[in-house]
């Protein structure tokens, strides 16, 4: 039983941190069709600001979290304006190459720069435990829950009720008619990018305190978010969210009750299972091309 | 897009390509004679195997245009196939050769069947998953493949009862594989079949209302690729002795999609050329591997900016030089 909720809460905090990532995915890509293979760069970048926050400018936790996200709102512009702007309107093929070379860049001036071995980024709310039904959890795990809670709850009110989340939705249906209405495609665009980017930035922030910084790290971690995306429905940020979710729920009961080396297999034949059933996704009706 | 066969041909103009080919394949011949060192032979013969590696992957990204992520899988499978069945149960290179790449035929269509279901960025993920499936499954299933410590103790080559311990006569062995790959793109080019592909890439709708069947033909080229590509894989199991976990790596799927964007997907000349580019130069360059992946992504990224048909727009221009001027080329937006 204590493992049982105690491999619960591991998913929970594993969810938000999928649901963050693969929401940024599914904003980018609902908004301006690009499929971006460095998103989970963006989360490995976001690790090592923390790092550096921490131990070179040694601020405390909370201040280095906060330093962390908002430099990682420039490195989402800066994304923006060197690669993203080019190629809004450039073939599929030409966007995914380009996205996917950008990632590979970043994960080896990581290597480059701070070698290979993982970094640790201290939290003095990761070494404090409450105890939840006999078990011991890491307090920093609900400072994960609650800053996904916050950044959903931000998130869902910026793209209802202010003009420019309104324009990102107007966007994501129709590009040209957006643009032929006088909404300014590129200036959306940005918005679009530094708000994923800001949310890859919180989920470094939160997690990288209970694991570590290290140049590989966003690899997987942005296969899984692609996974948790195309079962959400291509471009569904809330059909992302739930799947993401589930899949750190199930991928943290497979590490507790099958083994942890299959663990990965399991989430990836999830994925694949579910795109056999329904090829558009859980929640997604027909994809746009 | 760019089809070489589409270009018109203007009365009295030398071809100069069939010739250019045949030079290449001639130079290639006579190479290890030039070669003092072995360590250029097995330069050599690395960039022969990504020849034939590109040249399959260009099968399935070039001519029906699925970028296709899981291209590794079949390399990886190739190698470990090679690895086990000699190792273990003393199979012939032959044998070993055959079998894989039928199996392959087999594993792509396990593999294609599920994705090409998905729509172009879909199925891109899709594949990748199945990438990291095989690489988790080589370094998790110890019993199998060994696990990290890698399958070890791979036989010298024998084709034949002849045994092939010398790197020339590996080097020829690869060269005639890679001219073996260029062939059967070269064919499928010319064939009735490629003209297919080319009606489903271009337009799965209307060639779907011709009675050409997209998924019929985009399997069938699939099963082509992961071949041709198991097949190198073998080769490397032999050529290396040595099988890890790490021939399923996604730096091969990085260097592929490099090979291909940058000599012009669909365009067999500019793919040999990046493809030989690119494995010979950074050897020469003596780079480590960090900062040679550091500078291929950015030459990734600016070549895919700035001139998406990469390499092949180069040989065009040049191929147009003291001609006539003809109309270019519409380039398609992919």
Redesign the interface.
């Known amino acids: 039983m204590n493992g049982l909720i105690e491999q619960l809460i591991n998913g929970l905090t594993l969810g938000s941190q999928y649901a963050l990532v693969a929401a940024g995915l599914a904003l980018i890509f609902g908004v301006l069709e690009i499929v971006n293979f460095a998103h989970g760069e963006l989360v490995m970048i976001g690790a090592y600001l923390l790092h550096a926050a921490g131990t070179y400018l040694d601020l405390p936790y909370p201040l280095a979290a906060v330093t962390t996200v908002a430099a990682m709102a420039a490195v989402g512009a800066l994304f923006y304006v060197t690669v993203i702007r080019r190629i809004l309107e450039r073939g599929w093929q030409v966007q995914l190459v380009a996205t996917l070379a950008v990632s590979i860049v970043l994960i080896n001036l990581a290597i480059v720069v701070e070698g290979s071995l993982p970094k640790v980024a201290y939290s003095e709310l990761g070494t404090r435990t409450v105890t939840i039904a006999g078990t011991q959890v890491s307090v920093q795990r609900f400072v994960v829950l609650l800053s996904m809670a916050a950044t959903f709850g931000v998130l869902i009110w910026f793209l209802r009720s202010t003009r420019t989340g309104r324009a990102m939705r107007a966007l994501a249906q129709n590009r040209e008619a957006a643009a032929v209405v006088g909404i300014p495609v590129q200036r959306i665009g940005l918005v679009t990018v530094v708000i994923a980017s800001c949310m890859a930035g919180i989920a470094a922030a939160t997690m990288t305190p209970l694991y570590s910084a290290h140049p590989t790290m966003g690899t997987l971690l942005a296969i899984k978010a692609f996974a948790a995306v195309i079962m959400g429905g291509f471009g569904n940020v809330s059909g992302a969210v739930v799947s993401g979710f589930a899949l750190g729920i199930a991928e943290a009961l497979a590490i507790g009750y099958v083994s942890s080396a299959y663990a990965d297999v399991l989430v990836f034949s999830v994925m694949i299972a579910v795109l056999l059933v329904r090829p558009h996704g859980l929640f997604g009706r027909a994809v746009r091309a | 897009m760019i089809d070489v066969r589409e270009e018109p041909r203007l009365r009295g103009a030398v071809r100069v390509e069939p010739a250019l080919w045949c030079a290449g394949f001639a130079f290639a011949l006579v190479l290890p004679l030039a070669l003092p060192v072995p360590y250029y032979i097995s330069t050599a013969i690395t960039a022969l195997m990504f020849v034939a590696l590109a040249v399959a992957f260009d099968i399935v990204?070039g001519r029906i245009?699925a970028?296709s992520l899981c291209q590794p899988v079949f390399f990886g499978f190739g190698s470990y196939a090679a690895a086990i069945l000699a190792t273990r149960h003393g199979w012939s290179f032959g044998a070993v050769l055959l079998l894989s790449m039928a199996a392959a035929v087999v594993l792509a269509l396990a593999i294609g069947v599920?994705s090409f279901?998905?729509?172009?960025?879909?199925f891109?993920?899709?594949t990748?998953?199945?990438a990291?499936?095989a690489m988790?499954?080589a370094?998790?299933w110890v019993g199998l493949t060994g696990g990290p410590l890698c399958m070890t103790g791979v036989p010298p080559l024998s084709v034949a009862g002849v045994e092939l311990t010398s790197l020339t006569a590996q080097y020829y062995l690869i060269l005639a594989m890679a001219a073996g790959a260029i062939g059967v793109a070269f064919a499928i080019a010319r064939s009735r079949l490629g003209l297919a592909l080319t009606a489903v890439r271009d337009d799965p709708v209307l060639a779907g209302a011709r009675g050409l069947s997209p998924t019929a033909f985009r399997l069938t080229a699939f099963g082509i690729s992961a071949a041709l590509s198991a097949g190198v894989g073998v080769f490397n199991a032999y050529f290396q002795s040595v099988v890890c976990p790490e021939n399923l790596d996604?730096s091969y799927t990085?260097a592929l999609?490099i090979m291909v964007?940058i000599g012009g997907?669909s365009s067999l000349r500019g793919v040999v050329a990046a493809a030989l580019l690119f494995t010979v130069l950074p050897q020469m360059l003596r780079l480590t591997e960090?900062?040679r992946?550091?500078i291929?992504?950015?030459v990734?990224?600016v070549v895919?900016?700035t001139i998406?048909d990469g390499l092949e727009r180069a040989f065009q221009a040049a191929g147009r030089l003291g001609r006539r001027r003809t109309q270019p080329t519409p380039v398609r937006?992919?």
Do not use: D, M, Q
Not at chain 2, 117 to 122: C, G, M, N, P, V
């Open positions: 990204v245009g970028l599920p279901r998905l729509s172009l960025h879909a891109a993920i899709g990748l998953g199945f990291v499936i988790l499954v370094r998790n996604l990085t999609l964007f997907r960090e900062w992946l550091v291929y992504g950015l990734l990224l895919v900016i998406p937006k992919r």
